[in-house]
């Protein structure tokens, strides 16, 4: 699983509240991402960092924000959290493989906005 | 814009027969194509990655850069390969991935 756990697992929230969702590796790798999977979808990327301190938007990084202070942690915040952000998030990191970069998931959080 | 693309939403099969999931891709540049893998409510797993040509858990998938595509194939599906597969492609080396739509296979006794 590439050390990685996300945090909380599950979490019910309602509209306009402020959420963090947590994702903790412990193998040192310098790339980490966000991600949300919707039905008919697939997986969007949000936000993705390339180190402590470095990130970068996604596709769908509008009503999210992200922080990365320790090499270990990547923070997604929903500022402002809207029923349109009910949805699974996963994060990954990359790790260089043989001849290229490959991403390894968490087991992802289910936020639902009520 | 590089985008890849999964025509089926959904595909069923009965144990036993072929398989092939397909997946085409639109990038101008050398693609690096990845399968994953989705069980029931558990993470994505990486399946395959087109460069180093294996084969895991039966499957396989070839690049095929004249038609953009790289399907995945297994020659006789078993009901533990019902599940969501996810085709994706890096752009040369990036550490950016682009995802497919998904497509969830469903393995009938």
């Known amino acids: 699983d590439a050390g990685i756990t996300q945090s909380p697992r599950h979490k019910v929230t309602e509209t306009g509240t402020p959420v963090t969702l947590r994702c903790h590796q412990t193998e040192n790798h310098r790339y980490m991402y966000w991600y949300r999977q919707d039905p008919g979808h697939g997986l969007r990327l949000i936000h993705y960092s390339y180190g402590v301190k470095d990130t970068d938007k996604g596709e769908v990084s509008d009503g999210y924000s992200v922080s990365r202070s320790k090499t270990e942690d990547f923070l997604l915040t929903l500022e402002s959290a809207t029923s349109s952000q009910t949805s699974v998030y996963f994060c990954a990191i990359s790790r260089t493989g043989a001849y290229t970069y490959e991403q390894y998931f968490g087991p992802g959080t289910r936020l639902t906005v009520t | 814009a590089q985008r890849v693309t999964q025509p089926e939403k959904l595909l069923s099969v009965f144990k036993g027969a072929p398989v092939e999931l397909k997946c085409n891709y639109s990038?101008?540049?050398?693609?690096?194509l990845f399968w994953y893998v989705q069980y029931s409510r558990q993470r994505l797993q990486l399946l395959l990655r087109?460069?180093s040509r294996e084969s895991i858990k039966g499957f396989t998938a070839d690049l095929n850069k004249g038609e953009t595509s790289f399907h995945l194939k297994k020659p006789f599906a078993q009901e533990e390969d019902s599940a969501m597969y996810y085709c994706a492609l890096s752009q040369g080396g990036s550490e950016k991935l682009v995802f497919g739509k998904g497509t969830k296979l469903t393995v009938n006794p």
């Open positions: 990038y101008s540049g050398s693609p690096e």
């Open positions: 087109h460069i």
